[in-house]
């Protein structure tokens, strides 16, 4: 058990409906981020949250937006779905550290959610 | 980030060693190698990182070369619940809020009976 949290597991959902996923972190983490694989694009980066502030972007589309909340929890919504948004969406955290040898910067992931539109 | 090369699949006895290379001939001074690995459509796990000396722990050790242009990541007696994809992808540590991932497409790794 990574200690992240992701709800639902399973979603299943119509073309053209919104629909919300949410990560509760690893208890002390600041950095939230959200993955989406897919199986002919393989894990692909969307964007990550630190401390409640949008830190990067990957290649998420303008139809999902994310959001952190104060007590770190992070929901990725996804709007106007499509067949091809059909994935795994996996959430991750990793605490803050300062750099240098001692740093690990590991990222724990949770179980994901599968998002399947029909 | 520094890209990386690995083979597409691999074969290991279950109770043999796995040896799984990664080539990372572009690997800058100042980044990581890490290894994760992602059992099938769970969320990856990290495994081992290192900079340029050899690390083992309890899952796995890294061996990089001298160079540092390319590692091994081995896991010392391979169980079928070993059966996963492995990824090999290397970073700058960053403080503060690190940086994302870069997954590539790793070797998926099967332990046979």
């Known amino acids: 058990d990574s200690g992240v949290t992701q709800t639902p597991k399973h979603l299943i959902t119509a073309t053209g409906q919104r629909v919300t996923l949410r990560c509760s972190p690893r208890?002390?983490?600041?950095?939230v981020y959200w993955y989406q694989q897919s199986l002919d694009q393989g894990l692909q980066f969307l964007i990550q949250?630190?401390?409640?502030?949008?830190?990067a972007k990957g290649n998420i589309l303008e139809r999902f937006s994310a959001q952190q909340f104060p007590d770190l929890h992070s929901e990725l919504n996804l709007s106007s779905l499509e067949l091809g948004d059909s994935a795994l969406y996996f959430c991750?955290?990793?605490?803050?550290?300062?750099?240098?040898?001692?740093?690990?910067?590991?990222?724990?992931f949770g179980a994901g959610t599968r998002l399947s539109v029909l | 980030d520094a890209k990386t090369t690995q083979p597409p699949s691999m074969d290991c006895a279950e109770g043999r060693a796995a040896n799984l290379p990664c080539n990372h001939s572009?690997?800058?001074?100042?980044?990581?190698v890490y290894w994760y690995r992602q059992i099938h459509s769970q969320g990856p796990q990290y495994i081992i990182h290192?900079?340029?000396n050899n690390e083992t722990n309890e899952m796995a050790s890294l061996i990089i070369t001298e160079d540092r242009k390319s590692s091994t990541l081995i896991l010392p007696h391979a169980t079928l619940r070993d059966t996963a994809v492995y990824y090999c992808?290397?970073?700058?540590?960053?403080?503060?809020?690190?940086?994302?991932?870069?997954f590539g497409k790793g070797t998926k790794l099967s332990v046979k009976p």
């Open positions: 991750a955290s990793s605490p803050a550290e300062r750099g240098g040898l001692r740093a690990k910067n590991i990222q724990y």
């Open positions: 208890s002390g983490d600041l950095s």
């Open positions: 949250y630190y401390n409640g502030e949008e830190r």
């Open positions: 572009t690997i800058s001074g100042n980044e990581y």
């Open positions: 290192g900079l340029k």
């Open positions: 992808i290397v970073r700058v540590v960053r403080g503060g809020s690190q940086g994302n991932l870069i």
